[in-house]
């Protein structure tokens, strides 16, 4: 059994793991590198209540410090890893020191992609990512302010409706022909653009950005200009473009990466004293026949509970049943599954009734679920889609039918 572990990355993966391996009655050494100055924190919050200043900073802590203390783990917190010496079994900080190891777990994350449009490194312009971020973002939101969000996933879509709660002014410019295109059908996205435009936000798709205009007398954005010629005036704007896993620790040392380190089904990368979790981490799934890279809480949870079991000897095979969450203004969306590859979607519920769900069946099997505000459809799809349940289309149909009685 590995002596000592060694976490790089210090969010919700590696306090999972640090959890599981105390839990399960690891006694051996257990260190810590985290590069943000914060105890572990949950970020869903960033874009949500913490944002809107509904949400003190210290509610974000996943574990307080005396949980560290109380199970011996050593914490390197605002400190980087620089490097992976392989060999060496050892890995650098970024103020000098090495750390030994015997086992290593990357829990390095994700981090935003970056905006390559002249003008994205003006004043007034952010990605979201950490809680500096949404500091930095929440005292430029003042009621009044005009803010234009690039990008209509899941966490443009969640600063815009918060902004605008804020009483700011919004513009969403999406560069699909809908929002959450990469993750939801046609309908759901058809929803949610109404409810941001029922709510006053102006969700533009098609919306291709060209650049971002300054203004010289004080380098700060004053509007972001799209391919259309259109000028979209802004005091602050938002990049929300999609993340990309953060590997390039992992990759500089020599170790298999393609989106994101590539791990087998035991979270083992390609050194076998090397482990990773989270959004870093791109694994095979049985269940879905291919590799995957998550970007969720759940995936994290689960993935670093996997690899902990796995650095102590318990063979654990990663293969949970994805889901995942947002919410915007009132509406709470669970999805639960991939739905990638389906051939029929059933709609269950109103959506004017604000609490439906969509179904998304491949030959005839429940392979996914987005549930808005339907908190029971979502739990009895959990069971039905790990199951692979092929429900009666005419029952599925029916909201007055329980999920669970529709096979
Ligand atoms: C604004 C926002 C809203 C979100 N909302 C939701 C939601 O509603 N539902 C949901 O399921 N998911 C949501 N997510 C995604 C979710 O937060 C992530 O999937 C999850 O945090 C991944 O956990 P992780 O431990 O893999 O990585 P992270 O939480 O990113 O933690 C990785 C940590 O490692 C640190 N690190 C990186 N490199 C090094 C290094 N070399 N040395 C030391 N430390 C390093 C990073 O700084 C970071 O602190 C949201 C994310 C954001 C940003």
């Known amino acids: 059994m590995y002596q000592q572990i060694v976490i790089a990355g210090g969010g919700q993966a590696a306090v999972q793991a640090v959890d599981t391996l105390r839990r399960k009655g690891y006694t051996g050494g257990v260190t810590l ?3 943000e100055p914060w105890l572990p924190y949950q970020r869903p919050p960033l874009s949500k209540k913490y944002l809107a200043g509904a949400l003190e900073r210290e ?5 307080p410090e005396k949980f560290f203390t109380e199970h011996n783990v050593q914490t390197h917190l605002g400190r980087r890893v620089t490097g992976i010496e392989r060999r060496e079994h050892r890995v650098q900080l970024d103020d000098g020191r090495a750390l030994p190891y015997d086992a290593l777990l ?12 002249p003008g994205a490194d003006l004043g007034g312009v952010y990605y979201l990512r950490g809680i500096a971020d949404a500091d930095r973002i929440r005292a430029e939101c003042a009621a009044g302010g005009r803010l234009v969000v690039i990008g209509g996933g899941y966490i443009g879509l969640e600063v815009a409706a918060t902004a605008r709660e804020l009483g700011m002014e919004v513009t969403v410019l999406e560069m699909a022909d809908r929002v959450m295109n990469r993750v939801v059908c046609a309908e759901l996205s058809a929803f949610y653009e109404a409810e941001h435009a029922r709510h006053g936000v102006r969700v533009l798709s098609n919306a291709r950005v060209r650049a971002l205009a300054g203004d010289a007398g004080n380098g700060r954005v004053r509007a972001v200009l799209t391919e259309d010629g259109a000028e979209h005036a802004a005091d602050v704007v938002i990049i929300a473009v999609g993340v990309a896993a953060t590997d390039e620790l992992a990759a500089a040392a020599g170790l298999e990466c393609g989106n994101g380190i590539r791990v ?15 959004d870093c981490a791109n694994h095979p799934s049985p269940r879905y026949g291919r590799r995957l890279r998550l970007e969720s809480v759940d995936n994290a949870f689960e993935q670093g509970s996997s690899a902990a079991l796995n650095l102590m ?3 654990t095979v990663h293969d949970k049943l994805p889901w995942f969450w947002s919410d915007q203004y009132d509406l709470k969306l669970i999805i639960v599954g991939i739905s990638t590859g389906y051939d029929a979607v059933i709609v269950r519920g109103a959506p004017a009734a604000r609490a439906f769900s969509v179904c998304y069946l491949r030959d005839g099997e429940l392979i996914a679920i987005d549930s808005v505000n339907a908190p029971r459809d979502q739990m009895a799809a959990r069971k ?8 009666n289309l005419d029952k599925l149909a029916d909201p007055g039918i329980a999920l669970k009685d529709t096979l």
Do not use: K, Q
Not at 59 to 63: A, D, F, M, N
Not at 264 to 278: N, T
């Open 264 to 278: 087998d089904e035991h979270c083992r990368s390609s050194d076998p004293d090397i482990y990773a979790a989270g």
């Open 33 to 35: 590198v985290g590069e």
């Open 384 to 391: 039905l889609i790990a199951a692979r349940g092929r429900p």
């Open 313 to 315: 000897g318990t063979p």
């Open 59 to 63: 509610r974000l802590t996943i574990r």
């Open 106 to 117: 990357l829990a390095t994350g994700s981090h935003p992609r970056r905006l390559t449009a």
